[in-house]
Every structure is written in structure tokens, then in C-alpha cells.
T-cell receptor, first 115, second 114 residues
Framework: NAGVTQTPKFQVLKTGQSMTLQCAQDMNHEYMSWYRQDPGMGLRLIHYSVGAGITDQGEVPNGYNVSRSTTEDFPLRLLSAAPSQTSVYFC??????????????FGPGTRLTVL | AQSVTQLGSHVSVSEGALVLLRCNYSSSVPPYLFWYVQYPNQGLQLLLKYTSAATLVKGINGFEAEFKKSETSFHLTKPSAHMSDAAEYFCAVSRDTGRRALTFGSGTRLQVQP
């Protein structure tokens, strides 16, 4: 199993540009989520999904969109990039529809810089 | 609301010394607690988790943590530090209601001196 994969690993955008961060998992996990990591702040939840066709907002959703058309994929879209979105983005997945005791498995991250 | 506080953003120990990384949580209901490790330029890897089965939890790489409800703590320890333990460590909490997502502490960077 490849686990959780993310592309690209690095990206530089100009303010106002849009892009999609890709996330895929091959473990048949129902629950997937996106976090952003900023220095001194740990990881913060952006959006999450408990299954195909179901998404919801996390702690810091503004400026981001998600969709979940398949169990495997959970892309994160930046609609109009801003310098405040410079961060490292992690995708994670877990098994039982997001049961709180489930282990979440993290991808390697995407480092995004917005100029 | 639930939150996690990690005391000390940087901890430095000598190789072979005890490692103690502190984590306190606040939660209105019994939580599930996790410790994750992040090596440079990598994603997060689970070290161990508490799910109410036992208060002393053993994880990978010789780490363990003890859940103390009276102190609302879940400190991470390792008897003898190794150079390969140098990384950033995150404590996280989740609950069975609401988003069921992880709420992370701000992280502690562990440095191991030779």
C-alpha cells in the first residue's frame, strides 16, 4: 500500500492564483481531512469528509474548497491564493468514518508559498 | 471546547538521558489522546495513543505515556534518548462527538546532544 499520497510536494503561487492540492489514499478509509501547519501553532483542521459526497468545515476553512467524489481522493482547492495561505498542508485519513479513537495516517505534506 | 497545551517549545537532552515532553489537555468529556512525531520534512507518524484501555501506554521506539485524569496530563517519556529521537513531537486530542478530528498542541522540538 502507498498509504496517503500528496502532490505536489512544493508549490509557489502568486497572489490571486488558484490551484488544487491532491490527496489520495489506498487504504479504503472513510474519513479524510486536511490540516495546515504553521510555526508554533501545531496543525489546524481546514476541512474534513466522513465519506464520499460528504464534507464539512473545520477550524480554518476560509479560502479553501473541498469535494469528495470517491473514497480514495480528497482534493483541496485554493480559490484565490493569499500570502496568509503560505503553509505546509497535510492530508490525513482514518478508518471508521472518523471514529475519534482511530489512528489518523498522514501524507508527506505539500509546502506552499504564496508571493 | 477541547484544547491541548504542550509546555516547552524546545527541549534539549543529552544522549542517554531521560526524555520528558509535557502535554496537558482540557476536555469536558473523556478524551482520546495521541502523540505524533514529525521528522524533518516528513509527515506525522503515530507514536502512541490512549483510548481508555490502560492508563500507561507503550508506543514505538521505546516511548511511553501515562494518562493522569486528576492532572489532565498525558506526558511522553523515554528512559534513554537516542540521537535518532531528534524531531518535533505533537500531542493531540479527539472526542467522539463533533468533528472527531484531532486538536493539536503547538509542538515540542526535541534536540539530542551527543
Amino acid at each position: 500500500n502507498a498509504g496517503v499520497t500528496q502532490t505536489p510536494k512544493f508549490q509557489v503561487l502568486k497572489t490571486g492564483q488558484s490551484m488544487t492540492l491532491q490527496c489520495a489514499q489506498d487504504m479504503n478509509h472513510e474519513y479524510m481531512s486536511w490540516y495546515r501547519q504553521d510555526p508554533g501553532m501545531g496543525l489546524r483542521l481546514i476541512h474534513y469528509s466522513v465519506g464520499a459526497g460528504i464534507t464539512d468545515q473545520g477550524e480554518v476553512p476560509n479560502g479553501y474548497n473541498v469535494s469528495r467524489s470517491t473514497t480514495e481522493d480528497f482534493p483541496l482547492r485554493l480559490l484565490s491564493a493569499a500570502p496568509s495561505q503560505t503553509s505546509v498542508y497535510f492530508c490525513a485519513s482514518s478508518y471508521r468514518g472518523g471514529g475519534a479513537s482511530d489512528t489518523q495516517y498522514f501524507g508527506p505534506g505539500t509546502r506552499l508559498t504564496v508571493l | 471546547a477541547q484544547s491541548v497545551t504542550q509546555l516547552g517549545s524546545h527541549v534539549s537532552v543529552s544522549e542517554g538521558a531521560l526524555v520528558l515532553l509535557r502535554c496537558n489537555y482540557s476536555s469536558s468529556v473523556p478524551p482520546y489522546l495521541f502523540w505524533y512525531v514529525q521528522y524533518p520534512n516528513q509527515g506525522l507518524q503515530l507514536l502512541l495513543k490512549y483510548t481508555s484501555a490502560a492508563t500507561l501506554v507503550k508506543g514505538i521506539n521505546g516511548f511511553e505515556a501515562e494518562f493522569k485524569k486528576s492532572e489532565t496530563s498525558f506526558h511522553l517519556t523515554k528512559p534513554s534518548a537516542h540521537m535518532s529521537d531528534a524531531a518535533e513531537y505533537f500531542c493531540a486530542v479527539s472526542r467522539d462527538t463533533g468533528r472527531r478530528a484531532l486538536t493539536f498542541g503547538s509542538g515540542t522540538r526535541l534536540q539530542v546532544q551527543p
